[in-house]
């Protein structure tokens, strides 16, 4: 990731493995959705799969394991996938048009991987196995952090404090739409006391558009308050209306 963001901000690939071969072992739904939000959190552009239908034996031994066998039939993990696919095509819209600048652990006894400074924006309160990613506009506008949760067996509950130095006015979350397509959208979140609580599910990742506070109007000059529509009204607790199952 650094290397490639260093270098003009090349374009990364990764292969997802979602069968078996020579001794190795399948993942399941829950690994493979793992793998690929780990890719995200890495600022990885395109995600393969290797490989989507069972190939033929060859020279490495490929057993037909699969989400489609080499006769056609779908494995019973292949619509998980599927489902998996789609939401992260969704996030794909947003983050083909950022590049990763860092992605900070928060379990500090990690040997590899840089530790989250504390002038970031996100100030994890409860730590647990977490990569914070910031991902910087292309056009130089609203920066953008994904939360993944490292860990496969462990869901966390952060308290999430914004940092007072990094002049964040506003915070919404990327929320997937229901259904197998493309259509997302934000909603606000709660910040007004400095911090807000997100759930983060074993393998899940969540994104967050930020936006800049405004600049103060000077003293003689009238301040206008604009409505905010109940459909975007803040929540001091993250989520969307409908579960986003990166």
């Known amino acids: 990731r650094m290397v490639a963001y260093e270098n003009g901000k ?3 690939s990764g292969f997802v493995q979602t069968g078996s071969w020579m001794g190795t072992r399948r993942p ?14 890495y600022g990885f552009k395109a995600l393969n799969h290797f490989c989507w239908v069972s190939p033929y034996p060859g020279n490495e031994s490929m057993n037909d394991d699969f989400p489609i066998s080499r006769v056609g ?7 998980d996938i599927v489902d998996t696919n789609w939401v992260v095509r969704s996030m794909g819209n ?8 860092a ?3 928060t379990d500090t006894s990690v040997s ?7 002038s970031f ?7 647990g196995d977490l990569i914070f990613s910031n991902f910087v506009s292309k056009d130089g506008a609203n920066n953008q952090i994904m939360i993944f949760n490292k860990s496969l067996t462990t869901a966390y509950t952060d308290k999430i404090t914004i940092n007072a130095l990094s002049n964040v006015g506003k915070v919404e979350q990327f929320c997937k739409a229901e259904g197998r397509n493309t259509d997302y959208d934000y909603q606000n979140v709660d910040i007004e006391n400095g911090y807000f609580d997100v759930d983060i599910q074993p393998g899940e990742a969540v994104l967050f558009k930020l936006t800049a506070k405004q600049a103060q109007p000077a003293e003689d000059e009238p301040v206008t308050e604009q409505p905010t529509p109940d459909s975007e ?3 001091a607790k993250s989520g969307c209306g409908a579960a986003v199952t990166v």
Request: with cysteine.
């Open 10 to 12: 090349i374009k990364t």
């Open 28 to 41: 399941d739904a829950k690994e493979i959705r793992w793998q690929m939000n780990a890719m995200l959190a």
């Open 73 to 79: 039939n779908k494995s019973e993990y292949y619509e």
């Open 94 to 101: 947003v983050l083909m048009n950022y590049d990763c600048s």
């Open 103 to 105: 992605a900070y652990h």
């Open 112 to 118: 590899i991987g840089d530790a989250m400074p504390k």
């Open 121 to 127: 924006a996100f100030l994890s309160e409860e730590g």
């Open 233 to 235: 009204e803040p929540s």
